[in-house]
């Protein structure tokens, strides 16, 4: 939690609901499951929802119970291992490839498990008394949770959408078409404020509020749909290098990617799983599941560009965004003056600074009050199962 | 099927009782399992039990209700994709190492078509009246379903074996020591006769009764124990590359092997997983779990060999077996005389017949009227997750 | 070529001297070789100096002589696909893995082939009489092979440097201690110029001159040495996974990398493979041949931080560089308004733009007329074969 | 070299006779190469020309001269580690898929090793007397030598066979029409008897003379030709997963296999590389650059089988055989009482006893001294660069 301790802008009551309600939502995401939908792992970035159940549990017991409240009494002492994710710090884990070959515990102790954390949790800070530290670790966790929540989804929707039954999940989590006109808003050139300032909670990688010059550019009020996307596949735009990174042109020659994912071609139709099955290709909706490596071949296609992020922030109150994550050109990199903090809290976003690439704005998967324009989201450029999409800018 | 249509010794009331112990065996090895425990396919050798249960059924649906049963309904399309294993002559199916990810359709549902096959196919056969091809089938599907109830309790144990929690399963299928007195058979050379003949069942591969010339040779009582394994490791066995194959040396090197499969040092001492669970490795038992690579070393440590498979069986009504497969000097090649049966059937064992070795006997996971002395089950020379175990030989 | 065509500021004589300068000293950095040293390519990332030597001349021919010059008769039409790198837009190519396999055409058929165009390219020019396109190309193809002879050299010292042998070169290319005093450069904050401009010849990817808003920061005026560097590894820093960037843990564990290449521990003292042959490692001299990762991993150890390539370019005129490219924290991403050109020479700069890292300076394996500040050099984060150091600074 | 020590039946002169020729014909097939040509590995089972030239000379100081030479001095203590190719007991070596690294030593100073060592194999015996060890070891060697001669054609074809520009070699090692009509041979059941007797040379693999019982069968009197073979694939012998093993058939989906070795369809016609360049296939030679799973495909096609290599040995008298080593159906295994020898030369065939088939006769590469019935030749069953055709069987 590499941050400057800030005053706690939050009462326990309001942190204590926001802590229920957010263990409700994850809960309540993975109801539509069987049991057996928890348990696999098809490619070693989607882990078994299990995980996600049991990981954003440990992380309580493991940064705040068991620093904090001296009567509390370990679930399980294997839990640690096998539930820890990439915190190096805090000890040995499964391997992240390994994740769908744990059967147990079962689901049900699971269950029991989160239960048992939630309980200690609300009686650690139920006498209305907590440092400064402990809210902070808690409302820290709370985020954590609610970025497995949106993991989950995604990982809930490749678990499915591999099925060869092609199964339902229900009505949640679903794009609609954009309202919006399209249209282009442009900004003059100029010194920008760019990065997180005030008292909320903010991750690390998005403080240090500094400054960047920015030449004139526009910026698409609306995203790119379906529509155009297949136009694009349709003029051949998978099969052009040119429009295309060298790295992204290997990639989608070697794993044959020619849509993006869930994109079917039954009979000669595009086809894509939703939530709802396998449907016809709505042409209205934004286009979603494309990789870094689509988006940036796309605007190539276009005769334009994706935006920067500080572009994307600067301009982020005219145009309205959160369907969607947003492929920006920038590279994840840290913010002047970024410091890891000491311990596994520091793990939690410097050590990803190479090789990855930011997105920007929200999707129908984040949590309610998970979202804000300076907020920087991360993945590598090949992914696909991610709720991604593609917003064009120009330089003026 | 490829052997030749024989008397049929067997009337439909025996086979019928012999087909309704079969299906409820099944459902039992699995009944010390939780739901989750159906799903992972940990290695690609290793099938999940909820496909066991679903193809051993499948196996009745495709080549006996289907072809012969004019009014059966099948239960769902589907599932011939999903639950055909190597039957490409019987339409497309899920590739192996994917089965893990198939958590549809749930196990309630896998027992829900096992109990319509099973009724379906007592149907077929209640008025009494069958032709003789129906009941070579119905034989070759309890034998099929025997075989997989084998590889079931293999699948079982390297799925709960490789749970970091060691979880026990129960007092199934464990091994004993052997009681006979150590010593060696004595066989003198000459002309024996090869292979099955007879009126009972036998697959294709043991036909084609035949006649091979043995030099003389001895062969052990008991099998190779725990206590001499553990000498072989503590004399450097696994070390010393002269004593190995060269595949076996770099398999080894490579895969980092130091003992049979479920061994684990703990503190100094060998425990090996067992059904009730990590335990200390009890000296007097046979060893388990080595590859062909393992048992080929472990015979050139002792100056010995292992038994080709003819050997094995003209000496086999000499000592007792059936613990533990064995393995034994020979590749699995055809007999004299061998062809393939034409169609799906006819996949079952010919196209195996390269880069695999003879194993001889029957284990503890065998169904009881699964085993004969004739019977030749084969493996690739890696595998250690099978009931195998090592029975010496020597020329003389 | 993606420029703004520019007054050519270059006469034809004075080109044509650079140009035979250029050739010569192609051949003049193979000389010690052997000629089965022109042959392997070890990894995929070498190529053998056989394929710089016809790759060079190819690209003359390519996009000079077959274009420009109604007379020239192609010296054999295999050599495209043989001696194209990873031009796509120039038709079919040898695949970059498969380099070393290709022991045709030899070594001296490559010589008369550099011969034959580097005398078509004089005979076109020698009647003073060229457009501004054929000077800007020709201008380009020396700076392309000014950029193969700096790879020519990494190559030489890796397939040398592997040999069980160690054999030496000679002389040339070898780095000195430096000189000047430690210290500081102190840079306030404020709005920079970046970028490229004037006549004289830049690539595509440093042109588009711009503004860059900087914080206040300081930076090193010396590089950081292998005294130093022993001391990061002496301290266990390749062994705190809290130094390092998460992928770039996993490549150093993955590929065991303990030391910078070319380090071998010989008795418990560090040697290095030098163009001499193995060496004890000089203290004074600046540490070469380190990745990004471990660039980072060291800055990190020290509680410093590379600096971005905005910094090194605003402040490189108050130190001195030139020994060994210096690793900065820039991933390699386009200026504002970077556009590629059309046709096989807009695949030159803007295709790698993901997934690179930026190095910024020169190395003693550069060409004497090829490096200016604002020069932009960018490699893969895990990259050590290449000759870069490190050099640190400090947010102010 | 694992046989009973035997009457030594060749004197030292004619020993060193054939001493001398063998040395002479290794350098010989080297002959039409260009250096260059020397030095690649373009797959883990081609090694480079070099290294066979230096490995074969290696063989002789290891252990020839080191052991019985007492004046001997070691060319180069280097050599050793560089030139060893599987000898665990001779020490470290170079990695099998690293040779092709190694661009030192150059050619010419494997050449002075080569006559360095053959001046001391020289002058060890040229008193006229020496140990029958040291005769058996010499014949071992040039037996050895003789084999990596057949490599080095392999090899040697492989390489040039996969240059862009299909170089020429020569005229030698192709193959004939065969004059022989069409026919079969039938042999009677009864015991037969296999394997080596005599006081000549031969290989360990082959002794352990021994009795095998047959069943009658017939053998074909000439061997499959490309005629036939492209019936087999006009067929659609390459799209029936039928007619192959499962192993096979994975194996020819995975690596897209549709011919054998070094076809290519050309304008819709098949040509294939010869030695003389790239050529239309003729359609009277023996099929050859078959696999054995092309081999047993072939024959399941026609209805036919391949023989075993008992039946091979026992017919052998009545065909004609060796432009191409046959394919037999039998796995390479040990005879009864194969023992291996203690130390190095043990390791000369026994540790190669498992997944590998027996072929059996000898091709247009097989050094003139170097055939007998009883020869058993063995390659893993996907080896297509190998000089392989096929003979059918029948059972009678």
Request: charged fraction near 20%; hydrophobic fraction near 40%.
């Given at each position: 939690m590499?941050?400057?301790?800030?005053?706690?802008?939050?009462?326990?009551?309001?942190?204590?609901?926001?802590?229920?309600?957010?263990?409700m939502?994850t809960e309540?995401?993975?109801a539509?499951?069987q049991v057996?939908?928890?348990?696999?792992q098809?490619?070693?970035?989607?882990?078994?929802?299990?995980?996600?159940l049991a990981?954003?549990?440990w992380?309580?017991?493991?940064?705040?119970?068991?620093?904090?409240s001296?009567?509390?009494?370990v679930?399980?002492?294997?839990?640690a291992?096998?539930f820890?994710?990439y915190?190096?710090?805090?000890?040995?884990?499964?391997l992240?490839?390994n994740?769908g070959l744990?059967?147990r515990?079962?689901?049900?102790?699971v269950?029991?498990?989160?239960?048992?954390?939630?309980?200690a949790?609300?009686?650690?800070?139920?006498?209305?008394?907590?440092?400064?530290?402990i809210?902070e670790?808690?409302e820290?966790?709370?985020?954590h949770?609610?970025?497995?929540?949106?993991l989950?989804?995604?990982?809930?929707?490749?678990?499915?959408?591999?099925q060869?039954?092609?199964?339902?999940?229900?009505?949640?989590?679903?794009?609609?078409?954009?309202t919006?006109?399209?249209?282009w808003?442009e900004?003059?050139e100029?010194?920008?404020?760019?990065g997180?300032?005030?008292?909320?909670?903010?991750?690390?990688?998005?403080?240090?509020r500094?400054r960047?010059?920015?030449?004139p550019?526009?910026?698409?009020?609306?995203?790119?749909?379906?529509?155009?996307?297949?136009?694009?596949?349709?003029?051949?735009g998978?099969k052009?290098?040119?429009?295309?990174?060298?790295?992204?042109?290997?990639?989608?020659s070697k794993?044959?990617?020619?849509?993006?994912?869930y994109?079917?071609?039954?009979?000669?139709?595009?086809?894509n799983?939703?939530f709802?099955?396998?449907?016809?290709?709505n042409?209205?909706l934004?286009?979603?599941?494309?990789?870094?490596?689509?988006?940036?071949a796309?605007a190539?296609?276009?005769?334009?560009?994706?935006p920067t992020e500080f572009?994307?922030?600067v301009?982020?109150?005219?145009f309205?965004w959160?369907?969607?994550?947003e492929?920006?050109?920038?590279?994840?990199?840290?913010?002047?003056?970024f410091?890891?903090?000491?311990?596994?809290?520091g793990?939690?976003?410097?050590?990803?600074?190479?090789?990855?690439?930011?997105?920007?704005?929200?999707?129908?998967a984040t949590?309610?009050?998970?979202?804000?324009k300076?907020?920087?989201?991360?993945?590598?450029p090949?992914?696909?199962w991610?709720?991604?999409?593609?917003?064009?800018?120009?330089?003026?």
């Amino acid at each position: 939690m590499a941050r400057e301790l800030k005053q706690q802008s939050l009462t326990i009551p309001i942190l204590l609901g926001r802590f229920k309600t957010c263990r409700m939502q994850t809960e309540k995401i993975c109801a539509p499951l069987q049991v057996e939908d928890y348990v696999p792992q098809p490619i070693a970035e989607v882990s078994p929802p299990k995980w996600h159940l049991a990981h954003s549990t440990w992380f309580f017991e493991q940064f705040l119970l068991i620093p904090f409240s001296g009567s509390y009494a370990v679930y399980d002492e294997d839990f640690a291992f096998l539930f820890n994710s990439y915190y190096n710090n805090a000890g040995d884990r499964v391997l992240r490839p390994n994740r769908g070959l744990m059967s147990r515990p079962p689901v049900s102790e699971v269950m029991a498990y989160r239960k048992y954390v939630t309980d200690a949790v609300l009686a650690l800070l139920e006498n209305g008394d907590a440092s400064k530290e402990i809210l902070e670790i808690l409302e820290l966790g709370i985020n954590h949770e609610q970025q497995h929540q949106e993991l989950l989804v995604y990982d809930i929707k490749y678990i499915l959408g591999n099925q060869p039954t092609f199964p339902k999940y229900g009505d949640d989590f679903t794009t609609k078409a954009e309202t919006k006109e399209a249209g282009w808003v442009e900004v003059t050139e100029g010194i920008k404020q760019i990065g997180f300032s005030g008292d909320e909670f903010s991750y690390d990688n998005e403080l240090g509020r500094h400054r960047v010059f920015l030449e004139p550019y526009s910026i698409s009020k609306i995203l790119v749909t379906n529509q155009e996307y297949m136009e694009f596949i349709a003029s051949g735009g998978y099969k052009d290098f040119n429009l295309w990174h060298s790295d992204g042109w290997d990639y989608i020659s070697k794993n044959e990617i020619k849509a993006p994912l869930y994109w079917h071609k039954v009979k000669g139709e595009w086809q894509n799983y939703t939530f709802n099955g396998l449907q016809a290709i709505n042409p209205d909706l934004p286009v979603q599941h494309v990789s870094f490596y689509e988006a940036f071949a796309f605007a190539e296609w276009k005769g334009m560009r994706l935006p920067t992020e500080f572009e994307w922030e600067v301009a982020a109150d005219q145009f309205s965004w959160g369907q969607l994550w947003e492929w920006t050109a920038s590279a994840y990199l840290p913010y002047p003056g970024f410091k890891k903090a000491p311990g596994a809290l520091g793990e939690y976003n410097g050590k990803f600074m190479v090789n990855q690439q930011v997105l920007r704005g929200a999707s129908v998967a984040t949590a309610k009050d998970h979202s804000r324009k300076t907020y920087r989201n991360f993945f590598a450029p090949p992914s696909q199962w991610i709720f991604s999409g593609i917003r064009l800018a120009q330089s003026l």
